[in-house]
């Protein structure tokens, strides 16, 4: 890892936000939003890319002839003067990094505040929405990864990453505590609303159960729905979310909730409300039984189609 000289984090007590770039249009747009965010948190900025298989590969033959200079990193001598032309407060460092892309940024970011990225880099096919080192980040990172969507799919990050109100998804018995901290130090450190949209699924109704093609194989239909059955729902779905956000309320008074309690898909849902907001919040589900890392459907879903950038929050330990 190489670091600027007068760039030196070391006496930093502030953990850092680390962007990982690679100089494609989807990177600087995480850069962007990565240097605005470090200077909203009051945090250093680590901005780090991995070298090329074939810059990697010659770097290792020239030092097996024995000592030499580093080979000069491009896209960190663009990136560089990216950010002096942008003028900045914060301290930066820049590191080039060797190994797996995602390995390597995987290691940058531990103890990191939150972890960045395009949603997108170089290669790979233009349709894509979401590149593949985003999406195994999304089930690695160490930390908070904060996943930036290309212009395609949002407007211009007016006011930069402070703009805008924080969007939660939350299960009440499902979502870690970590995710709930995160959104109400975003809103907090924001100044701005933390919106908890919480989701339910109604039962069918009868009509729509299909009938067994024999007398035999019938059972009697269910009864009916009540009239005020989704009344009765949504009313035991703010009970649960509120006894949910109550002890971090407490601890943050300052931060204005905004509760939606609604049936509906939690994923449309949280994608329709992205439009406007300025950070999506949602959990990193499970480990699968056989000890793979699982990114919950909904997560899933909000970074292919968000118009917002997605914060990917993981559980304590990973």
Known sequence: MSASPTSDLSSASEPPVVV??????HSLRA????????????SPLVVAHVRSDALQLGAARIASLGPSPDLPDTVVTAVRNVVEARGHTLPVRYASLD???????SAAARGARLLAT???GHGGFASLLLGSTSRTLAATAPC?????PHEARTAALEGGAGAGRVLLG?????TPDEVLDFAFEAAGNRGVPLEVVTAFRLPPQPGALVVAPS???QVPPPLPLADDMEEQLVREGRREQEERLRPFAERR????????VMPGDAAGLLVEGSRDAGLLVVGRHHRHRFGTLLVGSVAHAVLHHAHCPVAVVPPTGR
Do not use: I, K, Q, Y
Not at 31 to 42: I, N
Not at 170 to 174: F, I, K, R, S, V
Not at 254 to 260: C, I, Y
């Open 118 to 120: 395009g949603s997108r």
């Open 170 to 174: 939350l299960h009440p018995e499902e």
């Open 99 to 105: 190994g797996s892309v995602t390995d390597a940024l």
């Open 31 to 42: 850069l962007e939003w990565a240097l605005s965010a470090a200077e909203h948190l009051g």
């Open 253 to 260: 008074p300052g931060v204005e909730l905004v509760p939606v």
């Open 144 to 148: 908070p990864l904060v996943v930036v």
């Open 20 to 25: 990982g770039v690679d100089g494609s249009e």
């Open 215 to 217: 007398p035999a194989l």
